[in-house]
């Protein structure tokens, strides 16, 4: 069965860390271009980091570079998100996907930036 899992979300104070976590399953990961999107309550879904499939390529949103990493284990078939410095306006549910070619949206994970 094709399937994505995120997982590692959580409510952290501004200016804490995050790193959430996307299991991939019932395809070849290895071969695909991941990305990491979130959508905020009232808001569309946008896309904040893409990464390459060996990972040496990423490119991220102007909102979060510099603050956030996108990388992968082809050998776990996992995507992260390292996301530090984190503000309120980052709360979201955050999820994964392929780039191109994109399989059902997972549940994602709620991540809520609030002192």
């Known amino acids: 069965q094709v399937q994505l899992v995120e997982s590692g979300g959580g409510l952290v104070q501004p200016g804490g860390s995050l790193r959430l976590s996307c299991a991939a399953s019932?395809?070849?990961?290895?071969?695909?271009?991941m990305d990491w999107y979130r959508q905020a309550p009232g808001k569309e879904r946008e896309l904040v980091a893409t990464i390459s499939t060996t990972g040496s390529s990423t490119t991220y949103a102007d909102s979060v570079k510099g603050r956030f990493t996108i990388y992968r284990d082809n050998d776990k078939n996992t995507v992260y998100l390292q996301m530090n410095s984190l503000k309120p306006e980052d709360t979201a549910v955050y999820y994964c996907n392929r780039h191109l070619y994109q399989i059902s949206w997972g549940q994602g994970t709620q991540v809520t930036v609030s002192s």
């Open positions: 019932g395809f070849s990961f290895r071969v695909y271009v």
